[in-house]
């Protein structure tokens, strides 16, 4: 049986986007809130809106890439409402 670090590197070898940034968007809604269609996100001072005709996956995504442009980049953002 290979050993771990053999198993690791394998795994790591498999992985063709291991440049690619690793950004996790975090939406806290409370608890009795119904959440609302994401129109805005701020965060560490910057502001961006939804564009004409976005999807909020395509706006999430776009928000993504310009706080965390460094391929390789690992963050977290969180956003509340």
């Keep these: ?6 198993r ?4 790591e ?5 291991n440049d690619a940034p690793r950004v996790w968007l975090i939406r ?3 608890m009795e809130d119904e959440p609302q269609p994401l129109t ?3 965060y560490e001072g910057r502001t961006w809106n939804i564009l004409p005709g ?3 996956e395509a706006f999430t995504d776009r928000v993504k890439a ?12 969180l956003i509340a409402d």
């Design 1 to 6: 049986m290979p050993s771990l670090e053999t």
């Design 40 to 42: 805005q996100i701020r």
């Design 13 to 17: 070898q498999k992985d063709t986007n």
């Design 66 to 77: 310009e706080v965390f442009p460094e391929p390789g980049k690992t963050g977290v953002m």
């Design 54 to 56: 976005e999807s909020e």
């Design 28 to 30: 806290l809604v409370g």
């Design 8 to 11: 690791i590197a394998a795994l």
